[in-house]
C-alpha cells in the first residue's frame, strides 16, 4: 500500500485558531460515565514544533486511513489479551464464577457432594469492606503539597474545590448523587475480581464524574509502550443521536452528525457474554432497542509506513467502521488520560496486572474439593455397600430399588435360622481416618495466607483468641506486608491520579457565574475561580492520598504496643523500670489516640465520682469531696476547724512540748 499525497490533506500550523476565553465556562460536555466518550475541545494545538504540520482529519482520505490504523489497533488489543499465556479475559471470567459460587459439577455422581465453600465471596466482600472503611476513618483522605510555596497557603483553597466535588462526584443505581467514599469500595472489589478502573471526567452539569469503570472494556497496548489506550462499550441508538446536541466552547457539533445516522445496529456477543457473567443477569434485548458498539480511543496513530500522524489523539469509532468524532487532540487542559486503570497486584512489565482472587482461588478450589472428599467419605462410611441374598427372600422384589430404613424382609419358609443371619451383609467401603483433617487444617491456614486475611494485615485489633506477645507479633507478618504492598499501590497509582485530574478537571470546566456554584463554594470562592483560573491550571501541586496506609500504620503501632506492654506485665522488675520512666496517663492517651477513640465522651464530669468536686473512687454515700472537708470546690462540706493555738488542748487533745519542733 502506498501512502496517500500529503498536497491536500496537510495545512500548515500557522492557520488561524479561534483564542478560547479562559475566564468562560468549557461548555457542555460529554461524559463517560455511560457514553463512555471525551470532553469538549477548546481550539488546542497539537504537540509539534511550528516547522512541522498537522493532518487534515476531516479529509476522506485521512478518515479511511485512520479507520484502518484503529482496526489494527482493535484486533492487536483484542487477541493479544486472550491468547496470551495468562490470558486476563479467562482469568477474569474465572475469577467471577467463583465470586457468584459458579462451579461445574457434571462430572460428579448422583450421590456425590456437590458443596462450594463461600470463601471467595467472603474474602472479596471483606477485603473491599475494609479498605473502603479505613478510607472513611481517615477522613481527610489526601493532602496537598504546593511545590512553590513552603507555606502551603493553597492548600485550604484546593480541599475546598474538591469536598464539594467529591461529595457528589458519582452516581448510584437510581441517578441520586452519592459520596467518592461510596464508590470507592466497589471500584476496589471490581479490583478483586479483575482491576481498578474509573473515569474522571466532566459531567453534562460542570461538576465533575467519578465513575467506576468495567476493567474488560479496557484495552493497552500489550507491549506496554504506551502507544493507544482504547475503552469499549455498547451503547443504545438513541443515546448516539443524544450527541448530535453536544458543541464545543465555539459553538462547534462534537460529533459528526452525518456519521452518527450512517451507523447501524450491532451486537458484540464477547460483550455479552462478559455481562452476563459478571452481572448474573441475562443480556437479551427486545427488537425496539437498538445497540451498538463503540470504541474510544486516546492514542498515537501511526500509519502503515510507522510515521507518527498526531499524538495523545481522541478517536471515537463506532461499529469499528465509522468515526463518529475526531481525531481531535486530548480535549482536557490536563493532557492525561482520564481513565485510571491499576491492578490491585502490580507485575513487572505486565500491561494488565494480577487480581486479588488470583492468589487464593486455587487454593480455595482445592479446599473446596477436599471438602466434598470428605463428605463423600462420611457417606461412604456411614451408608456401607449391602449384599443381599435375594434367593432366601420370600419376595425378592422388595429389595431391587434398595433398601430402605425399617424396611422389613420375609425370608422363605424353607430357610434355616443360619441362612437368615447371612441374608443381609453389610461390606465396608473405607474409614475416615485422623489425618484428613490434620491436611484440611493445614489448607485453611494456606487459604487464609493466601488471601492475605487476618486482623492484624487489614488494619484491625486481634480478637480475643490471639491477644498473647506472639501471637500479635508473629501472626501473618508476610500478610500484613502484601496489605501495605496494595494499600501504598491503590494510593499512588489510583487515588493520587483521582485527586489531581478532579482538580484539574474542576478548574477547566467551573461555571463561577453559575448561581449553584455561588451557593456551593461562596463568593469569594467564585470570584477567585474567575480571575485565577489559569493561575491555579498552571500552579505546581503534588496530591498524595495517604489515608489508607496512615490508619494500617496506627493498628500495627497499637498492637505493637500492647505486644510490649504484656512483656512487660509479666516481669516485675520490667514493671517497675517503667513505672518509674513513664508516664502513665500519657500511655492511655497514646492508646485513645492510636485506637482514634473519642476521648471527649470519657472525661470525668463534674461532681461525679473521681472528678475534681466530687466524691473519691470507692467512697460511701455522704463521703466528703476530693481534696478534704473544706476543700475549695467541695459540695456539702461542713465547717472549717478552728487552729489550736495552744497544743490542742483547746480541742480535747494532750499538750504538745513547745520546745520540740
Not at 477513640?597 to 461532681?607: A, Q
Amino acid at each position: 500500500m502506498t501512502a496517500p499525497a500529503q498536497s491536500p490533506l496537510l495545512r500548515s500550523l500557522d492557520t488561524p485558531t479561534a483564542p478560547a476565553d479562559p475566564t468562560q465556562p468549557a461548555g457542555q460536555v460529554i461524559p463517560l460515565h455511560d457514553l463512555g466518550l471525551g470532553a469538549d475541545n477548546v481550539a488546542r494545538e497539537t504537540d509539534a514544533d511550528p516547522n512541522s504540520t498537522v493532518v487534515d482529519w476531516k479529509h476522506p482520505d485521512v478518515q479511511k486511513t485512520v479507520v484502518r490504523i484503529l482496526q489494527g489497533y482493535i484486533a492487536e488489543s483484542r487477541d493479544d489479551r486472550l491468547a496470551g499465556l495468562s490470558s486476563r479475559d479467562q482469568i477474569w471470567r474465572e475469577n467471577a464464577q467463583l465470586y457468584w459460587m459458579r462451579k461445574d459439577f457434571s462430572h460428579k455422581e448422583a450421590w456425590q457432594s456437590k458443596q462450594q465453600m463461600p470463601d471467595v465471596p467472603n474474602y472479596t466482600d471483606r477485603f473491599s469492606a475494609t479498605i473502603g472503611r479505613l478510607l472513611r476513618a481517615a477522613g481527610d483522605w489526601y493532602s496537598v503539597e504546593d511545590l512553590i510555596d513552603e507555606n502551603n497557603t493553597i492548600e485550604d483553597t484546593v480541599k475546598k474545590g474538591l469536598r464539594v466535588q467529591f461529595a457528589q462526584c458519582s452516581r448510584n443505581r437510581t441517578g441520586q448523587p452519592v459520596d467518592f467514599t461510596a464508590v470507592f469500595p466497589q471500584v476496589i472489589k471490581h479490583g478483586c475480581i479483575k482491576a481498578c478502573a474509573v473515569s474522571v471526567t466532566a459531567g453534562e452539569d460542570g461538576n465533575v464524574r467519578i465513575d467506576p469503570v468495567d476493567a474488560y472494556e479496557i484495552f493497552l497496548d500489550p507491549t506496554g509502550r504506551q502507544l493507544y489506550r482504547r475503552r469499549r462499550k455498547q451503547m443504545e441508538r438513541h443515546q448516539l443521536d443524544d450527541l448530535k446536541a453536544l458543541k464545543d466552547s465555539n459553538g462547534n457539533p462534537l460529533y459528526d452528525h452525518a456519521a452518527i445516522d450512517s451507523v447501524q445496529t450491532w451486537i458484540d456477543p464477547l460483550i455479552e457474554m462478559e455481562k452476563r457473567i459478571d452481572t448474573g443477569t441475562g443480556q437479551d434485548v427486545q427488537q425496539t432497542r437498538k445497540p451498538c458498539v463503540v470504541d474510544e480511543f486516546l492514542c498515537t496513530l501511526v500509519d502503515i509506513n510507522g510515521k507518527k500522524l498526531g499524538s495523545n489523539m481522541l478517536v471515537v469509532l463506532a461499529n469499528e467502521q465509522t468515526i463518529i468524532r475526531g481525531p481531535e487532540p486530548n480535549p482536557y487542559a490536563h493532557g492525561k488520560d482520564w481513565i485510571v486503570y491499576c491492578p490491585l497486584i502490580e507485575v513487572p512489565f505486565a500491561p494488565y496486572g494480577k487480581s486479588y482472587i488470583e492468589t487464593f482461588a486455587s487454593l480455595c478450589e482445592m479446599f473446596d474439593e477436599y471438602i466434598n472428599l470428605i463428605f463423600d467419605g462420611t457417606f461412604v462410611q456411614l451408608m456401607n455397600v449391602k449384599v443381599i441374598l435375594a434367593h432366601l427372600l420370600k419376595d425378592p422384589s422388595v429389595v431391587q430399588n434398595g433398601i430402605t430404613p425399617g424396611l422389613t424382609l420375609i425370608a422363605a419358609e424353607e430357610t434355616t435360622p443360619d441362612e437368615v443371619k447371612g441374608i443381609l451383609q453389610s461390606v465396608p467401603m473405607g474409614e475416615m481416618r485422623p489425618e484428613i483433617f490434620q491436611v484440611l487444617q493445614t489448607l485453611e491456614l494456606k487459604k487464609r495466607e493466601g488471601a492475605s486475611q487476618n486482623e492484624l494485615s487489614l488494619g484491625q485489633l486481634p480478637t480475643a483468641a490471639s491477644t498473647t506477645a506472639t501471637a500479635v507479633t508473629s501472626a501473618g507478618q508476610e500478610a500484613s506486608s502484601f496489605a501495605d504492598d496494595i494499600a501504598s499501590n491503590v494510593e499512588q497509582n489510583l487515588l493520587d491520579p483521582i485527586v489531581e485530574l478532579t482538580w484539574m478537571t474542576f478548574l477547566q470546566h467551573a461555571n463561577p457565574a453559575d448561581p449553584k456554584f455561588v451557593r456551593a463554594y461562596g463568593a469569594d470562592f467564585a470570584l477567585m475561580i474567575t480571575k485565577q483560573r489559569d493561575d491555579l491550571m498552571k500552579h505546581q501541586l503534588r496530591f498524595k492520598a495517604r489515608g489508607i496506609s496512615s490508619q494500617i500504620l496506627k493498628a500495627k503501632q497499637l498492637r505493637q504496643l500492647l505486644a510490649i506492654l504484656q512483656v512487660i506485665a509479666s516481669n516485675p522488675v520490667l514493671t517497675q523500670q517503667f513505672m518509674e520512666e513513664y508516664d502513665v496517663g500519657a500511655l492511655v492517651d497514646l492508646m485513645l489516640q492510636l485506637g482514634e477513640v473519642d476521648v471527649t465522651r470519657l472525661k470525668r464530669k463534674p461532681g461525679t465520682m473521681g472528678a475534681p468536686g466530687g466524691p473519691p473512687p470507692g467512697a460511701p454515700p455522704g463521703a466528703p469531696p476530693v481534696g478534704g472537708v473544706g476543700a475549695p470546690g467541695g459540695q456539702g462540706q461542713g465547717p472549717v476547724a478552728p487552729i489550736a493555738t495552744d497544743g490542742g488542748a483547746s480541742l480535747g487533745q494532750p499538750p504538745v512540748n513547745p520546745g520540740v519542733s
